[in-house]
C-alpha cells in the first residue's frame, strides 16, 4: 500500500529509508542501539524516529542533539502497574502495549511513513509491527553472537529446562555444556502457560523471521558464532558492526568527581589499577560487597571501584583506609574513558556484553565475575575461548574467600603473572580497533547493511 506519486511511481521508491527505532529501556541496551542508530543516520542520511518512554526522553538529549535527522517520539508505558524489579522480558511484553499505537502513529503520515523497523532483540513483537507495515525488520543484538546462538537454540528447543540437568548447546560450536544455574536467567524464568511469557517467548521466537539481525561484535571476536546464527536464519543479512560503543552521542554528564579521578589516574603508574564495576545495574549484596572490599584492601593494589548510585554497598573505613592507592566513584562512572587511560590494567567485570566489548576494545584483561542473564556465556568466551580473561568468580549468590580474589587483584596488574592474558586482550584489542577501520569487516559490514537496507525499503517484495 505505497503511496503513488502524480507519475504513478510507488514513492517508497524514491524515499531514503526513515527507521523506527525501538529500543527496550535499559541503558546496557538502549545505548548501543542509540550509537548504532547515530552511525547509521549521520552516515547514511537516514532519517530516524525513535520511541522512547517518556521517563527515559532525557536519556537522548544528547542523541538528539548529535543527530539531525532523529526524532523522538515519547510515549507513556500503557499500564503503570508494571512490577518493581520486573525482567526484562515482561517488560517487553509490557510494551507491546504500544504496537497498535505506533501502527496508528505510522498510518497517520502517509507521505513519510517509517520504512524499516529496527527494534532491540527483546521487542519480539515489533516484527508483527513490521509485518503490518510492509516494511523489513533489523533486530538489533545488545548481547554477543554466542549467546545469541545459545538464545535461539534454548527458546526454539524443549521449554521449560530441567533444573536438575545441565544443557548442552549441541547444536553450537563446539557442543557448550552449561550448567544449568548459568543458563540465562530470561530462560530459567520462563513460566510454561504464563500467558504474559507465552507472549515473551513467541516474541524471541519472532525474531528469527527478521529481515537482518545486527550484532553489536566483531568477526575475530566471534566468528563461529554469527556463521551459527546465518545458518539458522537461514539468510546472510547477520551484520557484526562492533565494537558500536563511543560514538559521542551519549551525553553523559562529566562530573566534577571525575576530573579529580583522571587526575589521579594521570599520576599512576601504567597498567596499575584494577576498575571494578558490575554494570548499571546490579548491586552487591553486603556480603559480596565486604568480600570485595576486604580482598581490594588486601590486594595491595590500585583500584577504581564504581559503586553506583547506592553507596550503601561500600564497606566502613574502606575509602579512608585505602586513600593512597583506591578511588571510589558514586553514581554514573565514565567507563569507556576509564578503561581506556594508560593507568588501568585489569577490569574486575560483571561481564555484561557491552562491560566485556568495552574492555576488550581498551585491551585491558578482564576478570570476569558473571552474575546472571549472558555473562555466564559471555565470560566463557573471553575466559575459556579467547583467553582475555580469567574467571575470579561466580554468580549473584556468590562470597568469594577475599584472600584468594585479592591474589587474583594483585596478580592482574603484576606483568610478570599475566602477561599471557595482557598478550591475547592486546591482540584482541587490536582487531576490534581493525574491524571499525576503514575496510575493517565491522566497518564493511555496516555498509553493506545500510545498501542492503536501502534497497529492500524500495523493494516491491515490502509493502
Ligand atoms: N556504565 C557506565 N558507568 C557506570 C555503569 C555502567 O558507563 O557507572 C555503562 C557501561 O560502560 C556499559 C553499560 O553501562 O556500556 C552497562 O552495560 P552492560 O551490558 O555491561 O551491563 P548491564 O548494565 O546491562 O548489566
Keep these: 500500500m505505497a503511496a503513488t506519486t502524480t507519475n504513478g511511481v510507488p514513492s517508497r521508491r524514491r524515499r531514503r ?46 542523541f538528539l542533539a548529535s543527530t539531525p535527522l532523529a526524532a523522538a517520539l515519547p510515549f507513556h508505558l500503557p499500564d503503570a502497574s508494571l512490577p518493581e524489579n520486573s525482567n526484562h522480558a515482561l517488560l517487553a511484553v509490557h510494551l507491546s502495549g504500544i504496537r497498535a499505537p505506533l501502527l496508528s502513529w505510522a498510518r497517520s503520515r502517509p507521505d513519510d511513513p517509517p520504512t524499516v523497523v529496527v527494534s532491540d532483540f527483546f521487542l519480539g513483537w ?8 510492509g516494511v523489513p525488520r533489523v533486530v538489533f543484538y545488545a548481547s554477543g ?32 555444556a552449561f550448567p544449568y544455574e548459568h543458563v540465562p536467567s530470561v530462560v530459567r524464568s520462563y513460566v510454561a502457560g504464563d500467558p504474559d511469557w507465552e507472549v515473551a517467548l513467541e516474541g524471541f521466537r519472532l525474531n528469527a523471521r527478521a529481515w537482518g539481525a545486527v550484532v553489536n561484535s566483531f568477526d575475530e571476536m566471534e566468528r563461529e ?31 566534577p568527581e571525575a576530573e579529580q579521578l583522571f587526575s589521579w589516574l594521570d599520576t599512576c603508574p601504567a597498567r596499575s589499577v584494577v576498575y571494578v564495576c558490575f554494570g548499571s545495574m546490579y548491586k552487591p549484596p553486603p556480603a559480596q560487597a565486604a568480600a570485595l572490599g576486604a580482598a581490594l584492601e588486601a590486594s595491595g593494589a590500585r583500584f577504581v571501584w564504581a559503586v553506583g548510585a547506592d553507596a550503601a554497598v561500600l564497606p566502613e573505613g574502606l ?69 582475555a580473561a580469567v574467571r575470579v568468580a561466580e554468580g549473584a549468590a556468590a562470597v568469594p574467600d577475599a584472600a584468594t580474589l585479592a591474589r587474583a587483584l594483585a596478580d592482574a596488574v603484576d606483568g610478570a603473572k599475566c602477561g599471557d592474558v595482557r598478550a591475547k586482550a592486546a591482540a584482541l584489542a587490536a582487531a576490534a580497533a581493525a ?8 566497518r564493511v559490514a555496516f555498509e553493506s547493511m545500510a545498501k542492503e537496507l536501502e534497497t529492500a525499503c524500495m523493494s516491491p517484495s515490502f509493502g
Design 435 to 442: 574491524a571499525v577501520e576503514e575496510g575493517g569487516s565491522s
Design 145 to 176: 553472537a554466542f549467546a545469541v546462538a545459545a538464545l535461539e537454540q534454548l527458546w526454539n528447543g524443549a521449554l521449560p529446562l530441567d533444573p536438575k540437568i545441565s544443557v548442552v548447546l549441541d547444536t553450537l560450536p563446539g557442543s557448550p
Design 126 to 133: 515489533a516484527q508483527l509491527l513490521a509485518d503490518d507495515l
Design 319 to 387: 575509602e579512608e583506609r585505602t586513600a593512597a592507592r583506591g578511588r571510589v566513584v558514586r553514581g554514573w562512572a565514565p567507563q569507556v574513558e576509564i578503561l581506556r587511560h594508560a593507568a588501568v590494567g585489569a577490569f574486575l567485570t560483571h561481564c555484561g556484553w557491552n562491560s566485556t566489548l568495552e574492555g576488550v576494545a581498551a585491551g585491558v584483561p578482564l576478570l570476569a565475575w558473571p552474575m546472571k542473564a549472558d555473562q555466564f556465556i559471555d565470560a566463557r568466551l573471553v575466559v575459556d575461548l579467547r583467553g
Design 225 to 255: 558464532f554469527l556463521e551459527w546464527l546465518k545458518r539458522f536464519f537461514g539468510h546472510g543479512r547477520v551484520w557484526a558492526v562492533g565494537p558500536v560503543a563511543d560514538s559521542g552521542c551519549r551525553g553523559e554528564e562529566r562530573l
Design 17 to 62: 529509508p526513515h527507521v523506527l527505532v525501538l529500543p527496550l529501556p535499559s541503558r546496557g541496551h538502549l545505548l548501543p542501539l542509540l550509537d548504532f542508530a547515530h552511525r547509521l543516520s549521520t552516515r547514511h542520511g537516514v532519517a530516524l524516529t525513535v520511541a522512547v518512554t517518556a521517563s527515559d526522553l532525557p536519556l537522548l538529549s544528547a
